[in-house]
């Protein structure tokens, strides 16, 4: 595509924006392994697949964010509008969570990975417990403490 095209794209979905992807590109990806598909990212002057960049551009028009869970049987992320407190997110999982909210542990994404695990980033003081007037981030780790 040129860039008089995409420019024209970019006016009509303004203002929104435009994500082209190339289809051949993320077919080739699909079927490489991480490192091979970095590989070929970066000769192609990109740094993330184009279905990453329309998921990210997506939740940011739509103005959403992920929060985590993360327990010894399961770890899932959990999609909440952005601006979002604490008792709102955990509402989320179910109402009873919201009803009874008395706390909530909160991890970053950053620093769960870095310290490796909940119980380590604990004992680095990564892990705060917050509040119900607490505003969720994008990526933060949480358990909540609730009472129904």
Do not use: C
């Amino acid at each position: 595509m040129d860039e008089e095209f995409k420019n024209e794209q970019r006016a009509l979905v303004a203002p929104a924006e435009a994500i082209f992807l190339n289809a051949k590109l993320e077919a080739d990806l699909a079927e490489l392994d991480e490192e091979e598909a970095l590989e070929l990212l970066q000769s192609v002057g990109q740094d993330e697949p184009g279905l990453a960049t329309l998921a990210r551009v997506g939740f940011d028009t739509l103005g959403l964010q992920t929060y985590l869970t993360a327990g010894p049987k399961e770890s899932r992320a959990w999609t909440i509008k952005k601006g979002a407190t604490a008792p709102e997110a955990a509402g989320v999982i179910h109402t009873d969570f919201q009803k009874g909210f008395i706390k909530a542990e909160v991890i970053s994404f950053a620093d769960l990975v870095e310290a490796g695990s909940v119980a380590e980033a604990r004992a680095k003081g990564k892990a705060r417990m917050e509040g119900k007037d607490y505003v969720m981030q994008d990526g933060d780790v949480v358990e909540f403490r609730f009472n129904v």
